[in-house]
Structure formats: structure tokens, C-alpha cells
């Protein structure tokens, strides 16, 4: 149990459907983080969360993407219409400080077919 | 910019045989780096990280990093590796900015 739940663990779905990812992190922790991790790649960052602020969103974070945390506690992750190259784990992290370092959930595997 | 590389893909080891798993970071400010180790089908495990003082780290189920300023490195060691050590791990480094910056992974294959 790493403290963070993400869910689903799995999502297979067709290009062009809509599909949104949950994680709910340790509530003392302030900061969330939400990754992408391709196979054989290192995590690449994709949005982070204070609180409820989202304060930073990487430019791999296209119009497509949309990530939300109300009032500071869990995080939705919705991708629309879908694309093959969307197919990738996606990891939600946690951290109280900026140098605690990250406390991560299991991820999210999206495969789109 | 802050870079992260991990110089070896994947690292073949025999059982119970040390190991060094490379890392090299860029930055220009302030650092601080960590090691993490990620089992299949599984989220990202934290096994030490650096901050400041010392500069040999001592984490989780015996791995240690020596962080050395001058060759911008941060090397993960193991003196005995175990079966279940097989993993990918993954070098990460922060610094003025609020998220990690993670190298490509190092694949270590323990062979009996």
C-alpha cells in the first residue's frame, strides 16, 4: 500500500472515446503530480497540483488533456478523443515539499486500440 | 535546464556480483537527486535521495548513491545483488523548479 490509489489499473478503449483516470493521494500532502511513462522510457512530466491551483502544465499536456483537483483532495485526469500515441502508463504522484521527493500510485495503463 | 541521464539501458549482473547503475544530472541551481525502483506492473518506489551533507546516501534494502559535484554524478551501488533486485531503476533530479526530472531507466537483470 503506497498511499496514493489510482484507478482504474487498466483502461483498454477505441480512438476517439473519451476516457478519465482518479487518484486519490495522501491527504497531508499538498502537492500532486501527474506523469507519463511510456515503455522503456523514464516518467515525463505532465501537470502539478498545490492544493487546488494547478501551477504548472508541460507542453506535452495537449488541448486534449484536461486535469482538475477540487478543493485540494483527489485528481481527475480526462483525455479526449483518444489517439493511439495517448497509449502509456499514467502515474500520480504525491509530495509535501519540493525536495521530500514523490510518493507514487501504481499508475494507470491506457491502451488504445 | 535540468537533464537527467541514466548512461546504461539495461545492466546484466550475476547474483550476489556488485553493482553501479550511472547517473548524470545537468543543472545550474541548487540540486537534489534520488534513485527510484519500479517492479513490473507497479508505481515508482523511492529507494534514497540527496539533499545535502553527505555525499554517500544509504537507502532502502542496501543500495547506496555517492553524489560527487565535480563529475555531476549520483551512482547507485550495491555490493551483493539479489534475485529480487531485478527491476528497472530510475535516477531523478530537482532543482528551482517544483517537479522531478527523471533519466530513461536502467534495466538490472540479476542472473543466478
Known amino acids: 500500500d503506497t498511499g496514493v490509489s489510482q484507478n482504474p489499473r487498466h483502461k483498454i478503449t477505441k480512438r476517439g472515446q473519451n476516457v478519465t483516470f482518479r487518484c486519490d493521494p495522501i491527504s497531508e500532502h499538498n502537492r500532486l503530480y501527474w506523469y507519463r511513462q511510456t515503455l522503456g522510457q523514464g516518467p515525463e512530466f505532465l501537470t502539478y497540483f498545490q492544493n487546488e491551483a494547478q501551477l504548472e502544465k508541460s507542453r506535452l499536456l495537449s488541448d486534449r488533456f484536461s486535469a482538475e483537483r477540487p478543493k485540494g483532495s483527489f485528481s481527475t485526469l480526462e483525455i479526449q478523443r483518444t489517439e493511439q500515441g495517448d497509449s502509456a502508463m499514467y502515474l500520480c504522484?504525491?509530495?509535501?515539499?519540493?525536495?521530500?521527493?514523490?510518493?507514487f500510485g501504481s499508475g494507470t495503463r491506457l491502451t488504445v486500440v | 535546464a535540468q537533464s537527467v541521464t541514466q548512461l546504461d539501458s539495461q545492466v546484466p549482473v550475476f547474483e550476489e556480483a556488485p553493482v553501479e547503475l550511472r547517473c548524470n544530472y545537468s543543472s545550474s541551481v541548487s540540486v537534489y537527486l534520488f534513485w527510484y525502483v519500479q517492479y513490473p506492473n507497479q508505481g515508482l518506489q523511492l529507494l534514497l535521495k540527496?539533499?545535502?551533507?553527505?555525499?554517500l546516501v544509504k537507502g532502502i534494502n542496501g543500495f547506496e548513491a555517492e553524489f560527487n559535484k565535480s563529475q555531476t554524478s549520483f551512482h547507485l551501488r550495491k555490493p551483493s545483488v539479489h534475485i529480487s533486485d531485478t527491476a528497472e531503476y530510475f535516477c531523478a533530479g530537482g532543482g528551482a523548479g517544483n517537479m522531478l526530472t527523471f533519466g530513461g531507466g536502467t534495466r538490472l537483470m540479476v542472473k543466478p
Open positions: 540527496y539533499l545535502s551533507g553527505s555525499t
Open positions: 504522484a504525491n509530495s509535501p515539499s519540493a525536495n521530500y521527493g514523490y510518493t
